[in-house]
């Protein structure tokens, strides 16, 4: 009985084929050009072997337009009435719609090695350091773009579009983390921002998360073990399967922050992604690949990132880093 294949093994053995994923559940994309189910395979299994963990809470939507909207929907009043036998009062309460704009930019991955690297014969694990280092560096950079995307930027990955903090600091609810403890994280940060939130998301509180950066949240980690802080047993604790809550609520590290603090519902943070756009394709034909001596692959994609309730969203801004 054949050993089953690892995640990192199926998209070593999909990009040593040049795009082609084989697993029977999804198909042949040929010429390196990724439909839905390639690409959300693809998606999936970067997804559970190097994200962090708020990334694989977040939401992720293919749409195939590059511009348009995504739909909201939701009940903002009371629900319930008086009823009497036989009396039909006529109220009919229509839940509230709104839409979300989104727009897609195009992005690009491009990576290259000798072709000495690339003969098997040589290094038989090529294609499984390739491709760890691949989905690593794409994984994390993904995420850096989703947090951190500034239109306005110089750099070239976080130009790609604008990112969740960008939002959030237009939008949402925002703390000023200098205005308490010296800009040193507290408790008074936590309780700010959730204070700050409406009455109608406290009350789904279950599904809200804390986004902490990973220096704040080892920091977090120290006062707690210690405990001979200020911060008592009532507000930061640890909870079941050892995860640290603070209010009650969960903390997730997300190694994009450094000196914010976000809470939100973690599938507020939407990512959007165009599933017919994807392109890894393996070019070792061409005068000036041969000259380089080299293989080059390279993908396009095209993604935005939206918050789909920005009101339903806290930030504190400003922290001193840990």
């Known amino acids: 009985m054949s050993k089953a294949k690892s995640n990192v093994e199926m998209i070593a053995e999909m990009i040593q084929r040049s795009g082609v ?40 939507v293919f749409k195939r337009p590059h511009t348009g909207n995504l739909n909201r929907i939701g009940f903002g009043n009371r629900i319930i009435e008086s009823a009497e036998e036989g009396v039909d009062t ?22 290259g090695d000798t072709f000495e ?7 038989p694990d090529y294609n499984g350091k ?24 110089t750099d070239k990955t976080l130009k790609v579009n604008n990112g969740w903090i960008k939002i959030l600091m237009a939008g949402s609810n925002k703390v000023n983390g200098q205005d308490d403890n010296g800009g040193d994280i507290s408790p008074d940060h936590f309780y700010r921002a959730f204070r700050a939130l409406p009455k109608a998301v406290k009350q789904r509180r279950k599904k809200l998360k804390w986004g ?54 973690p599938k507020n943070t939407t990512n959007v992604m165009h599933p017919r756009k994807f392109r890894l394709k393996k070019i070792d034909k061409g005068l000036e690949v041969e000259m380089a001596d080299i293989v080059v692959w390279v993908g396009f994609f095209r993604s935005d990132f939206i918050i789909r309730e920005v009101e339903a969203a806290s930030i504190v801004y400003d922290l001193n880093e840990a």
């Open 117 to 123: 690297a690339d003969d098997q014969s040589i290094d």
């Open 212 to 265: 902490i950066s990973v220096d704040h949240y080892n920091l977090l980690e120290e006062f707690l073990t210690g405990r001979a802080t200020g911060w008592g047993d009532t507000i930061l604790r640890r909870g079941k399967d050892d995860i640290m809550t603070v209010l009650g609520i969960e903390l997730v590290e997300v190694p994009s922050l450094t000196t914010q603090l976000v809470l939100t519902d």
């Open 21 to 60: 994923i084989t697993s029977e559940d999804v198909g042949d994309p040929g010429a390196g050009l990724w439909g839905p189910e390639q690409f959300g395979a693809l998606w999936k299994l970067v997804s559970e072997d190097t994200l962090h963990p708020w990334a694989r809470m977040q939401d992720t």
């Open 130 to 153: 390739l491709v760890g280092g691949f989905t690593e560096a794409f994984a994390r950079s993904y995420q850096e773009l989703a947090w951190l995307g500034d239109e306005t930027s």
């Open 90 to 111: 006529g109220n009919l309460l229509k839940p509230d719609h709104s839409k979300v704009p989104y727009s897609m930019k195009k992005g690009r991955v491009a990576f």
